[in-house]
T-cell receptor, first 114, second 112 residues
């Protein structure tokens, strides 16, 4: 089983709203990632959690706030977003923070900011 | 210079032919290499990974790695219309183990 589950699948939010994206995996993976993907562009790394600690923040604006409540869950809290933040947000997980591990993606959340 | 480079395509091949997709990377410290397939509007799906120089085969797919040339490729034999997608090359091992950096992707179109 290589399933990473993201909810919701689609989200429309206003620029003053607060919302959260959720990601869950039950593969025992200890590294989890958030990526942002714009149309016809590759996924761009946003955050990495390793053993529930934030290990990489790719200079993401503070209106995006990640949280890892436990080893199976990863959240991305959204506040005061801009229309240009509209994108496909992808969660991924891998076994550990080692080079020789594959990352598996969830189906993504399609976010539209109006 | 981009860390991971791919020809954006489209690469058009007839059904049954071999599709060859290429990727170069800039960081000699990179240690593991991945190929993902992404259909339009969907998330990336892992199809191959390779860590050692040489070839690795899995069904119709063969990944090839040449670390001296900083080059990794994906061959798809007996291409099918269902293989039409964007193929993303991803590299791990530069700037920290957890960083998985993607190339821009190559769009493959297999025509009947």
């Amino acid at each position: 089983d290589t399933e990473v589950t993201q909810t919701p699948k689609h989200l429309v939010m206003g620029m003053t709203n607060k919302k959260s994206l959720k990601c869950e995996q039950h593969m025992g993976h200890r590294a989890m990632y958030w990526y942002k993907q714009k149309a016809k562009k590759p996924p761009e790394l946003m955050f990495v959690y390793s053993y529930e600690k934030l290990s990489i923040n790719e200079s993401v604006p503070s209106r995006f706030s990640p949280e890892c409540p436990n080893s199976s869950l990863l959240n991305l809290h959204l506040h005061a977003l801009q229309p240009e933040d509209s994108a496909l947000y992808l969660c991924a997980s891998s076994q550990e923070d080692r080079v020789w591990t594959e990352a598996f993606f969830g189906q993504g959340t399609r976010l539209t900011v109006v | 210079q981009k860390e991971v480079e791919q020809n954006s395509g489209p690469l058009s091949v007839p059904e049954g032919a071999i599709a060859s997709l290429n990727c170069t990377y800039s960081d000699r410290g990179s240690q593991s290499f991945f190929w993902y397939r992404q259909y339009s509007g969907k998330s990336p799906e892992l199809i191959m990974f390779i860590y050692s120089n040489g070839d690795k085969e899995d069904g119709r797919f063969t990944a090839q790695l040449n670390k001296a040339s900083q080059y990794v490729s994906l061959l798809i034999r007996d291409s099918q219309p269902s293989d039409s997608a964007t193929y993303l090359c991803a590299v791990r091992g530069s700037g920290g183990y957890n960083k998985l950096i993607f190339g821009a992707g190559t769009r493959l179109a297999v025509h009947p």
